[in-house]
């Protein structure tokens, strides 16, 4: 019976410590607007350091207040910032919209801060939002962003790892000056233009769709490549070399082994897409099995992968089949036979 209690006593003494291990340094008073971080936003920082954002709506803009955020007094305590996104009930229903902007200088000199994750109901990022946020290392900013604002990652030294949305159409002001850790910077092709200074003393690779678009924008000539995205395949090139993804491209680019970069290069299109896939492990040979996405919305383009040469198959319109399926060579023959016509895209 001893030995029973004296193990229940050693448990809860364990399971105080792991409740006590994560405490709250520091929130919003619900007593004082002042301290709210937006008109539905509140804050709260733990001992783990992690500052978590939480509520519905746009934060509030600190830029023109002194840059007094509630948690300025705190920031060699933050590590990490988790913003609150859209929740839905299992219907679907939303049930809170989540936070749907980022406030000037919200995490401006934030110089312990680390990652950040940004959910997709944030649709703006204002101006210098990480302003000198120095330990930052990486940041994913989802397809919902719309548009960020000026100086937005200036002076981010320690930021290696960017990845810009789509739905974005230009980059602003001075918004990669002084990344001396940036090894590589990829221009989505929605963007179609970019401001003064966006890239001074940026030290990264600058992957554009043309050259004149980033051109006199801060960064050297030499810092400049352009890249094209084949639409019908999804397919990119730069300097002559073919990629499947962004990833492939920026980290061949990274590199100076000339034997990885042959790996993903060749000579002709065709065949340099079932090259790439039989290196990705998608394919056994570069006729047999690649794996291929039938698309029937591209009628008439026609490409050839080893000996076969497919085009668009209309009778795919008409069937159940769905279309965005993974299929092999060999069962796209099976339901199309060679007479009729489909376009093979690679995912």
């Known amino acids: 019976m001893k030995k029973i209690v004296l193990i229940l006593c050693v448990m809860l003494s364990f399971n105080a410590l792991a409740d006590d291990e994560i405490t709250i340094i520091a929130q919003t008073n619900p007593n004082d607007a002042s301290t709210k971080c937006g008109d539905n936003c509140t804050w709260t920082l ?50 809170n919209k989540g936070i749907t902007s980022i406030g000037s200088v919200a995490f401006a000199n934030l110089n312990s801060m680390k990652s950040i994750e940004v959910p997709d109901s944030v649709k ?26 000026w100086g937005t990652f200036e002076y981010a030294s320690s ?36 401001n003064n200074h966006a890239f001074d003393n940026t030290s990264a690779t600058i992957y554009c769709t043309s050259a004149s678009l980033c ?5 050297d000539e030499s810092q400049i490549q352009t890249y094209t995205k084949d639409k019908i395949t999804g397919i990119y090139e730069t300097d002559g070399l073919y990629f499947l993804s962004v990833d492939d491209m920026i980290r061949a680019g990274k590199t100076t082994d000339t034997s990885q970069k042959s790996e993903i290069s060749c000579g002709d299109l065709d065949s340099c897409k079932a090259q790439i896939l039989k290196n990705k492990g998608l394919c056994s040979d570069l006729t047999g099995d690649c794996k291929v996405l039938i698309d029937s919305a591209n009628n008439g383009r026609m ?22 399926r993974i299929y092999t060579l060999d069962e796209a023959n099976q339901v199309a036979g060679k007479t009729n016509t489909f376009t093979i895209r690679y995912r």
């Open 124 to 149: 703006y990022i204002s101006s210098l939002a990480f302003y000198n946020a120095t330990a930052l290392e990486s940041i994913h900013i989802p397809q919902s962003v719309e548009e960020i604002n």
């Open 159 to 194: 930021l290696k790892d960017v990845v810009l949305p789509n739905s974005l159409s230009y980059i602003p002001d001075y918004c990669f000056t002084n990344n001396t850790s940036l090894e590589a910077l990829f221009i989505p092709e929605s963007i179609t233009r970019v």
């Open 215 to 219: 051109t006199d924008k801060g960064a």
């Open 303 to 324: 490409l050839k992968i080893g000996s076969n040469t497919y085009q668009s198959l209309e009778a795919l319109l008409k069937g159940n089949r769905d279309i965005r």
């Open 46 to 95: 733990y001992s783990n350091g992690k500052l978590e954002i939480k509520g519905s709506g746009d934060m509030y803009e600190w830029y023109n207040q002194g840059w007094n955020t509630p948690w300025k007094g705190y920031a060699e305590n933050i590590t990490n910032v988790v913003i609150e996104g859209a929740t839905k009930d299992e219907n679907g229903n939303v049930l």
